[in-house]
C-alpha cells in the first residue's frame, strides 16, 4: 500500500480485522475499569482529605508504578507470551478491585490505605500497558498502525466518559463499594477474552532474552537514537505539566456551585469527548501538519484550556473548555506514541514502548506531586495557570532546541 492510500485510509479501518476488534474492545473494558477505579478513588480521597496535596497524590499513586516498573515489564512482554502475560495483568487488577471492595466493607479505609491500594493497581497498568502496546503491531498491518492507535486513544477517551458517568451513578445510588466490584467484573470478564484469543505465533529469529540484558539493549537501543530521545522527552514534558488538571479536578469540581459527583464526572466526560472528536480527524490533521506542529499546536491549546477551567467558576464554561482540552490532549499525545511506534523494530518494540510509558507517567506522577503542592502552598486555580503557562513555554522551547520532523506524520 503507498503512503498516499495509507494517510487516505479511514480513521475506523482498522476495526474491520476480527483480531482487532476483539482486543480493541478488551482495551475498552480494561480502561473502562481504569477510569472507574480513578473518580472512585480520586472522589473517595476528596471526601476524606481535602488538602490538595493528597488528593493529588491519588494521581501520583496510579502512575508511579507504570515509571518503576515500565523497563522490566516491557522486557517480560518480550520475551514472554504476550498473550498469557496481557491475562495475567487482568487477574491482577481484578484481584485489587476486590480488595478496595473488602477494604471498604470492612471500614478501614483512610488516606495512606487508599493510597496504597492505588498504587497496586497501579502495578497492573505497569505491566498490561507495554504487552498491549506490543501487540497491535502484530495484528495490523503497518499502513493502518496511525488509525490503530488513534482508535486506542479513541478507546481511552470513550472509557473517560462512560467510566466516570457510571462511576458518579453507583456512587450517588449504591456507593463507592459497588464501583469497586463491577471493576472487579469486569476486569475478569476481559481476562477470559483474552484466554480466548487465538493467537498467531509468529516465529522470531532472536534468541529469548535474559531479563536484565533485555532491559539494557533496550535502553542502549533508545539512546542511540536522538529521535526517540526527542520523543520522550517531549511526552515527559507534556504530561508534567497536563496532569495538573487531573490531579486537582475533584477540588475545581467540589469549589463549583453545586458542585459533587456529578459535576466531577461530566468534566471529565466533557474532557472524554472532545478526545474522540480529535481522534476521527486526526488522519487529516496529518495530512496538513507536520508532527512538532501538532505536538506544539495541542500542547498550547490544551494549555489555554487548562488556563479557562482553572478560572471558569461554572459547569458551563469549564465542560467546553475541557472538551477543548481532551482534543488537544490526544493531538499531541497521540501524535508522539505514532512517531515511536513507527520508528520501533517488533524485537524490542514492548522495551521501547514501555520505556516512552515510564516517560509519559514520571511526567504524570511527578507532575502531580509537584501541583498539587504548589496548590496547597497557593490556590487550585493558581497552581493550574502556573503549570499551563509553562508547559506551553517549555514545549515551545523544546522544539526550537531539537526540531527533528517525522516523515510518517506528513
Not at 105 to 126: D, H, K, V
Not at 252 to 269: E, N, S, V
Request: with cysteine.
Amino acid at each position: 500500500m503507498t503512503e498516499s492510500k495509507a494517510t487516505n485510509l479511514s480513521a475506523f479501518a482498522p476495526l474491520k480485522q476480527g483480531v482487532f476488534r476483539m482486543l480493541w474492545l478488551t482495551w475498552l473494558m480494561a480502561n473502562l475499569c481504569m477510569w472507574m477505579n480513578d473518580v472512585a478513588a480520586a472522589w473517595m480521597m476528596a471526601s476524606i482529605a481535602t488538602t490538595p496535596i493528597w488528593v493529588a497524590l491519588v494521581q501520583t499513586a496510579s502512575t508511579l508504578p507504570v515509571f518503576m516498573l515500565g523497563l522490566p515489564s516491557g522486557a517480560l512482554a518480550d520475551s514472554l507470551d504476550r498473550k498469557r502475560f496481557f491475562l495475567v495483568t487482568q487477574l491482577w487488577v481484578a484481584l485489587v478491585a476486590l480488595l478496595l471492595s473488602l477494604t471498604l466493607f470492612l471500614g478501614w479505609m483512610s488516606p495512606p490505605i487508599l493510597l496504597a491500594l492505588t498504587f497496586a493497581n497501579g502495578i497492573g497498568l505497569a505491566l498490561r500497558w507495554p504487552v498491549f502496546a506490543a501487540i497491535i503491531p502484530e495484528v495490523v498491518a503497518r499502513p493502518v498502525l496511525p488509525a490503530a492507535l488513534a482508535l486506542n486513544g479513541v478507546s481511552m477517551n470513550m472509557s473517560r466518559i462512560v467510566g466516570p458517568l457510571l462511576a458518579g451513578a453507583l456512587i450517588a445510588s449504591l456507593g463507592t463499594i459497588w464501583v469497586f466490584l463491577l471493576n472487579a467484573v469486569l476486569s475478569l470478564v476481559a481476562a477470559v477474552v483474552i484466554s480466548r484469543w487465538q493467537r498467531d505465533k509468529k516465529p522470531s529469529k532472536q534468541a529469548r532474552e535474559r531479563l536484565w540484558p533485555a532491559m539494557r539493549m533496550g535502553l542502549q537501543h533508545i539512546m542511540q537514537s536522538d529521535h526517540l530521545k526527542g520523543v520522550l522527552l517531549r511526552i515527559f514534558l507534556f504530561f508534567f505539566h497536563a496532569t495538573a488538571v487531573i490531579a486537582l479536578l475533584p477540588l475545581l469540581a467540589k469549589g463549583m456551585p453545586g458542585g459533587g459527583a456529578k459535576t466531577f464526572t461530566l468534566l471529565l466526560a466533557s474532557m472524554g469527548l472532545g478526545a474522540i472528536a480529535a481522534a476521527i480527524v486526526l488522519p487529516r490533521l496529518r495530512q496538513r501538519f507536520n508532527r512538532d506542529e501538532l505536538v506544539v499546536r495541542g500542547t498550547v491549546l490544551q494549555a489555554l484550556s487548562m488556563a479557562a477551567v482553572a478560572w471558569a467558576g461554572q459547569l458551563w464554561l469549564a465542560a467546553p473548555a475541557m472538551f477543548v482540552g481532551g482534543a488537544a490532549w490526544i493531538t499531541a499525545a497521540n501524535t508522539l506514541s505514532v512517531s515511536i511506534q513507527l520508528n520501533l523494530p517488533d524485537w524490542i518494540r514492548a522495551r521501547g514502548m514501555s520505556i516512552y510509558q515510564m516517560s509519559l507517567m514520571g511526567g504524570s506522577a511527578l507532575g502531580a506531586a509537584v501541583w498539587g503542592q504548589v496548590a496547597t502552598w497557593t490556590s487550585v486555580p493558581q497552581s493550574l495557570s502556573f503549570a499551563a503557562a509553562l508547559g506551553a513555554s517549555a514545549m515551545w522551547a523544546v522544539n526550537r532546541w531539537s526540531s527533528n520532523t517525522d516523515s510518517a506524520n506528513h
